[in-house]
């Protein structure tokens, strides 16, 4: 159980008496002078300005743990850490712009990047929010099908899905069109789907299904368990990927061509193009977040590992998927990494 750490701002008043002899002649000591109430009332007044740091919940459960570690790690830096309740990517963006002023301190832990860039960009940009490293690093997306119709009707590429009779193959609804378990609106994602759908020129031929994504994607795994043809998109860190495990069940559709509303190319190094940039999650804070060097510091040396929050987020889909299942989690790897904190605490603090 993390237990909080209260930071008590005390200031201590010394007051001295002077006591003055006389020369050559023996007088009584004189009692200590008395102190103006006016020095008095000056001193109550100078005290250590206090500040609030609060951290905003991502209204997705398998973003919970990253935060739940980070809100940790700055709790063992010595402060109290609020959590709101959960909040979706534009209200978070808008309460940390508002802030840029401030001296309190909020700040969110999954930021993706460069796909909400746009979203950061819109809420005031550099001026009003700061980005840090990267927390989490290699996160990727893309869009999947099963490895049986892939390999059968050797589909290779999300524009094979032009051809009506492939497109077919996808269909659960009984239109003709192929139904893609697609991206909850107002994540980002579905911004990338829209963009290429008509790039592309696959709306005659694909319906992007959206809602809440862990029932559209539940159905379609259910799909796949009776042997039917699926087509979802998806991303890691995410524990979809454990129960569809990629080159064994289902295999990535590259793109033939890069079409992407943030980005110019998302063709990686070795040539491949899956549409999609690969992300990193980061902490993007309040602007004035630099007033505080310490915790500033603390947000560019964390690190949180892709594997850590996949194998979190599989819990999550056990059944472990209550608040206090996730912070158990989270305790569980800040236990386990305590080494690896002590130094960053130790360095954050060096940054005073």
């Not at 930071?7 to 002899?21: D, E, P, Q, R």
């Not at 909400?116 to 989490?136: M, Q, R, S, V």
């Not at 087509?231 to 080159?247: E, F, Q």
Request: with cysteine.
């Amino acid at each position: 159980m993390i237990k909080k750490i209260i930071i008590s701002n005390i200031i201590l008043l010394s007051i001295i008496g002077v006591v003055a002899t006389g020369c050559g002649k023996k007088e009584e000591p004189k009692q200590a002078e008395k102190v103006s109430p006016k020095i008095v009332e000056k001193a109550e007044k100078t005290e250590v300005k206090k500040f609030k740091i609060t951290a905003l919940k991502p209204s997705i459960a398998e973003e919970n743990f990253q935060m739940e570690v980070a809100v940790g790690i700055v709790r063992q830096l010595g402060y109290e850490v609020e959590i709101t309740n959960d909040v979706g990517y534009e209200v978070a963006y808008q309460t940390i712009a508002d802030n840029s002023q401030s001296d309190d301190v909020f700040f969110m832990t999954s930021s993706w990047d460069p796909l909400h860039n746009t979203k950061i960009k819109n809420a005031g940009g550099d001026k009003k929010l700061k980005k840090f490293g990267e927390y989490i690093s290699n996160c990727a997306q893309g869009y999947l099908i099963d490895k049986k119709t892939a390999e059968k009707h050797n589909i290779k590429y999300i524009e094979d899905l032009k051809d009506p009779k492939i497109a077919g193959l996808f269909d659960s609804d009984g239109d003709g069109k192929a139904d893609l378990a697609g991206c909850s609106a107002g994540w980002g994602c579905e911004k990338v789907i829209e963009h290429q759908l008509t790039a592309f020129g696959l709306r005659d031929t694909i319906t992007h299904n959206q809602g809440e994504y862990s029932a559209i994607i539940s159905d379609t795994i259910a799909r796949y368990k009776t042997g039917k043809p699926i087509l979802y998109y998806t991303w890691t860190p995410y524990w979809v990927s454990g129960k569809l495990t990629p080159g064994k069940d289902v295999l990535f559709l590259q793109v033939k061509k890069s079409a992407h509303p943030v980005v110019k190319s998302t063709k990686l190094a070795n040539g491949r193009d899956f549409g999609f940039a690969i992300n990193s999650q980061k902490i993007v804070a309040n602007a004035s977040v630099v007033k505080h060097k310490d915790i500033a510091k603390l947000f560019e040396l964390i690190k949180l590992d892709v594997n850590d929050i996949s194998g979190e987020n599989m819990l999550i889909s056990s059944g472990e998927n209550k608040e206090v299942d996730i912070k158990n989690h989270a305790a569980k790897w800040l236990k386990a990494n305590q080494d690896k904190i002590d130094g960053w605490i130790k360095e954050a603090k060096a940054s005073l």
